[in-house]
Every structure is written in C-alpha cells, then in structure tokens.
C-alpha cells in the first residue's frame, strides 16, 4: 500500500499505601477500583447514561448467529490523516483508518510492527467512568495486542509466524486473515544487564493520587524485578531539571525506594530539558552488552523550556538514539493528558508507549511488559503482505495507520520500524474478499534486523487457501478473540468500513473465547458498557430530532 509519510485523554489507584491526593485538584468521580488479585478489576456495567453526554529472521509457521441487538452505524470520518485533537483537555493524534484497496491496482501492504498498549487501557479508563473514548484515541493494534495469544513458540529461531483466515460474521463474501508473530522467550537470568533511567514528571499537574503517587508504585514494582548486575538512576523534571539518583546498583533497593519516596510535585513542566539530562545517564552505560533505556512516567503535558514538540524534544538527543539508546513513555492521568505527544515520542525513540490507569496495570506494564521490552530480540521489524489478485479482490488492514511504511521503503534498511521484544506477540488482522480458487492467497515478508546489527535479513511465508477455516466457528479462539477485540476498536472509531457493524456480534464473539482469562471477562465487560453507552447515546439524539 502506497502511504505518504507523516508529517513532521481519573481513577484513584488501588492501592491502599498510596498518598491521597492533593486537595487542591479537582477530583474525578469515584469508582470501585477495588482489585482482586487475578481477578476482573472493577465493575463496569450500570450507571451509564449520565456519563454518555458528559539469526534474527528463521521462523516456522503454525498454525454468530441470532438476532443483533444495536448495529451501531459509525459515521464516516472526514477529518485528514494525522490531524492533532483535543478533547476535554486531552490531546490525541487523529489517523484515517485505511480503506479498501483493489489488489490489482496494489498489491502490497507493508508496515512496521507495534506493540504499544496505551490506546487499549486509556479507553478502558473512559470506559469505566461511563463515556466512550474519543474515536481519535482509538488504535486497532493496540487494543489487539494487548492481551496475548497462544501463538506456536519458536524453538531455535528469533520468532514464529502464524497463519489463520476465517469468515466475517459482519457480511457475507469477506473474510478476515491474522499475520500472529511470537517473539523468542528470553530468561530473566540471560537476558543483558539493564541500566534504566526513570525521567519522572513533577509538575504541578502530576500531584493528584492517580498520577505521581501511582508512577512511584509503578517505579518500586520496575526495580523489585531487576537482576543484580542492573542499574538504575532518576532524574526528575517540573519548572527545572534534578539529579535525584546517579546510576545505582539495583541491589541497593533501600536507596533507590527512598530517592523515589521523596519525589514531590509543583512547578512547571521543561521535558525537553529533563530528556537531555535523561539521554546523557543513559549514554554512560549504553553498549552492546548493556540494555540502555530511558523511561518517562508522565501525564503528557509540557509547556516550558526549549522543547515542545516530539521532534524537537527527539532532534536534541538523536545521537543517542542512534547509538541504541531506547525510550519507553508511561502516561499517567487524564485532564491535560497529551497521548499524542507520548505515542510518537515513544515511536521515535525506538519505544513502546504504555497508559496505567490502575496499581493492576501498573504491575501488567512494569513487572511483565517492561521486563520483556528491556531484551529486544529483533529491531527495526517490517511486515510487507503481497496479495495475490487471482485470489484476492480487495483487502484492507485493520489498524497500523501511524505505523505505515511506504513499499519501497521495505527493503531500504535506514528507515526506522519497529521492535519485537523477548515473548511479545505482534497480530494484525486483514479484512479482504476472496475470489476464484488460487491456492496462495498472499506472501507474508518480515525483515528485520538482529539487535546489534546494521543489515537486515528476510523471510517469506506463504499464505496458504488451506489456513482459512470454512467457518468462523472452526477458527481459534485466540483468532476469534483477537476479531472480537479488533471489530469492537474499529466500531468505537467510527471507521467508515465499521458502519453497520454491531458490537453485539463482538461481544458474543468475546464472550465464547474467554477462556477463564481475567483481562478478556474485564474487555467483555467493557464491550457491554460501550453497548449500553451507545444505546444511550442514540436515544438521546433520536430524542432531540
């Protein structure tokens, strides 16, 4: 697929040990956060209508029915590609979900692979404070890939590939396809020596309970599954920057936890000037035997210093980005919250981008994710699918519009994409329309390079006619809960090619491929509050008429 580059949004945390928070903010409306350990967080349904108006590359391959109450019919978006958004104060980047493409005018759809979260928990949060996430806020991929799927574990290789169609329970003559890839399991105890380096926001507007309080939870959980050879420093920013911790040994845990127990919010909010500071402890340790990575705990919002936008903030520390140097951003809070500016620094910096709305996700993000990104085990990763056209008319991807890769950038190994951290899934699904009997439906291609490397290898898979089950029954559940997950983001972003899609038909898709697990139950929960604030939504239009 041909794609121009681009051009250059509360809840009290579960805990109780966490400081209440300051005063003097204006807090949101309570909820019940009371988590249940490996249990469903919360409850989400009831109380809706008044929130409603307010050797990198070897890899193996592996492999509704009833009456739709509420076809939700997303309307059609007119906004451009990446037009910033703000919504009740906060800020989202807007991307034109992609259209159908005729296979024969073009073949190819290439993109990088992406396994941020932050999208997914963010609108969980809306979610369980009784309004939908603003449709801008919503990206397919990471609503997908933030549970994980029993994907075939590769053995000797970097990572697995799998392979799966189905029919589409939205209309008949289409068909959904999932490219899953497994990352390689890397052991706490092989992987590299880690040097973090928290860049932790204390500005005025970190001081309530679900901000800075929780992002220093966030950070004892992160140095509690260290190794000992691991180091770690903190610098802070508000109206200036400070050295609060020099790079210290992970072993000395007492030090640490009282470098972070003393963090105080107030003043403004300089990040540019705090992410200089950052890099420059970053780079002491940073080698090809040392993990060196920067990790910014924030709500988003900067308004002084030198650096305001990703660019410039990324342009001031390039050098050590391109000297291996990764960056991780942690959103926290909502009220001023800037997504769009952790999302494409975290993109920049060769990151992920991740949202704790609770001490839950908090111990999902930094006892699970952020142990598995610190080992990367393929960088710089692109997936370029080639339909065939004698087997496939039309085909659109569902997501990854701000992770497009122009076709001919495929090969070309100087431009960025993404990586693949040790255990991580990647899924992306294609929605397409098949046609006559040829066997290969698409070529799968994924190159990347190894972790220290500068030339990229290449794989292709085969998508074989035999992988597509004949019905959607017959399909895995992981396959039917990935759609289930992918159907319901495209739905509550009013993609153009959602209309007359029904979260119905999604949540019973969720609702039988559960499996016993706490986060899916928690996202069929969510699909039926999203059902009951749509419902009220359009009776409250239909009402004003």
């Known amino acids: 697929m041909?794609?121009?580059?681009?051009?250059?949004?509360?809840?009290?945390?579960?805990?109780?040990?966490?400081?209440?928070p300051a005063e003097a903010e204006e807090q949101p409306a309570a909820e019940d956060s009371e988590a249940v350990e490996g249990g469903v967080e919360g409850e989400v349904v009831g109380g809706v209508v008044g929130g409603v108006?307010?050797?990198?590359?070897?890899?193996?391959?592996g492999g509704s029915s009833g009456e739709e109450v509420l076809a939700f019919r997303a309307a059609p978006s007119s906004m451009p590609k990446h037009q910033p958004q703000a919504t009740s104060g906060n800020s989202f980047e807007a991307h034109t979900p992609n259209a159908f493409t005729d296979t024969r005018a073009d073949p190819l759809s290439t993109f990088a692979v992406d396994v941020d979260t932050a999208s997914y928990s963010l609108?969980?949060?809306?979610?369980k404070q009784g309004s939908?996430?603003?449709?801008?806020?919503?990206?397919?991929?990471?609503?997908?890939?933030?549970?994980?799927?029993?994907?075939?574990?590769p053995e000797k290789d970097s990572f697995s590939v799998n392979l799966e169609g189905a029919p589409s329970p939205f209309g008949k003559g289409r068909y959904f396809l999932r490219v899953g890839i497994q990352g390689k399991q890397v052991s706490r105890s092989q992987r590299k020596r880690a040097?973090?380096?928290?860049?932790?926001?204390?500005?005025?507007?970190?001081?309530?309970?679900?901000?800075?309080?929780?992002?220093?939870?966030?950070?004892?959980?992160?140095?509690?599954?260290?190794?000992?050879?691991?180091?770690?420093a903190i610098v802070t920013y508000a109206g200036s920057t400070q050295d609060v911790l020099p790079p210290t040994p992970a072993t000395e845990q007492e030090r640490i936890y009282a470098a972070i127990d003393s963090l105080r919010s107030g003043g403004g909010t300089a990040m540019g000037s705090g992410m200089q500071l950052a890099y420059r402890h970053a780079m002491k340790k940073a080698s090809g035997n040392v993990v060196s990575r920067v990790i910014v705990l924030t709500d988003g919002d900067t308004n002084i210093g030198p650096h305001l936008s990703p660019e410039s903030i990324l342009e001031s520390v390039r050098g050590s980005v391109s000297e291996g140097v990764t960056l991780t951003t942690v959103g926290f809070?909502?009220?001023?919250?800037?997504?769009?500016?952790?999302?494409?620094?975290a993109d920049q910096g060769n990151g992920n981008c991740?949202?704790?709305?609770t001490y839950q996700e908090a111990r999902k993000v930094f006892e699970t994710q952020l142990t598995g990104t610190l080992e990367v085990i393929a960088k710089d990763v692109k997936l370029q699918v080639e339909f065939d056209s004698a087997a496939v008319r039309r085909y659109r991807l569902v997501g990854y519009e701000n992770r497009d890769v122009a076709d001919r950038d495929f090969r070309n190994d100087k431009v960025d994409a993404g990586e693949i951290g040790a255990g991580h899934n990647v899924t992306a699904l294609y929605e397409v329309e098949l046609t006559g009997e040829q066997q290969t439906l698409a070529t799968v291609r994924i190159r990347a390079k190894a972790p220290n490397g500068a030339e990229a290898a290449e794989q292709a898979f085969p998508f074989e006619r035999s992988r597509v089950r004949s019905s959607?029954?017959?399909?895995?559940?992981?396959?039917?809960?990935?759609?289930?997950?992918?159907?319901?983001?495209?739905?509550?972003?009013?993609?153009?090619?959602?209309?007359g899609w029904s979260l119905a038909t999604a949540l019973k898709l969720a609702e039988r491929t559960t499996e016993g697990q706490a986060e899916r139950a928690e996202f069929v929960k969510l699909v039926t509050q999203a059902q009951a604030l749509t419902s009220a939504t359009a009776s409250h239009a239909e009402s004003k008429r």
Request: hydrophobic content about 40%.
């Open 123 to 127: 609108a969980r949060r809306y979610l």
């Open 195 to 232: 040097h973090l380096v928290f860049l932790v926001d204390t500005s005025g507007s970190m001081q309530s309970g679900d901000k800075l309080p929780l992002a220093k939870e966030a950070m004892k959980l992160a140095v509690k599954n260290l190794n000992e050879s691991d180091t770690v």
């Open 333 to 345: 809070g909502m009220g001023n919250y800037r997504d769009d500016l952790m999302e494409k620094l």
């Open 53 to 61: 108006l307010g050797g990198v590359l070897g890899g193996t391959v």
């Open 2 to 20: 041909k794609v121009p580059a681009a051009p250059p949004a509360e809840v009290s945390p579960s805990r109780e040990e966490l400081p209440p």
């Open 354 to 357: 991740f949202y704790v709305d």
């Open 132 to 153: 939908l996430p603003p449709p801008e806020s919503v990206r397919v991929e990471e609503f997908v890939n933030y549970f994980k799927y029993r994907y075939s574990v």
């Open 472 to 499: 959607l029954e017959s399909a895995s559940p992981d396959f039917r809960f990935a759609l289930a997950v992918a159907s319901t983001a495209d739905i509550l972003r009013h993609s153009p090619s959602a209309q």
